[in-house]
């Protein structure tokens, strides 16, 4: 069974999963990532869903 959360991106678990997702990032796109992380902000979000098991 599944549970969603609805919060925004002040949420610790949000914070942590993006943190988790940028340093994949980070390895994926290699020295392109510079370019790319400029775009991947989620400081502002106020509507932001997480799905937990």
């Known amino acids: 069974m599944f549970t969603?959360?609805?919060?925004?991106?002040?949420?610790a678990d949000?914070?942590?999963l993006a943190c988790e997702l940028d340093q994949d990032l980070a390895i994926?796109?290699?020295e392109k990532n510079v370019f790319f992380a400029q775009?991947?902000?989620?400081?502002?979000?106020?509507?932001?869903?997480s799905l937990y098991r």
């Open 39 to 49: 775009y991947n902000k989620s400081d502002e979000l106020n509507h932001v869903g």
């Open 4 to 11: 969603v959360k609805k919060t925004s991106s002040s949420d």
């Open 14 to 16: 949000f914070q942590k």
């Open 28 to 30: 994926k796109n290699g």
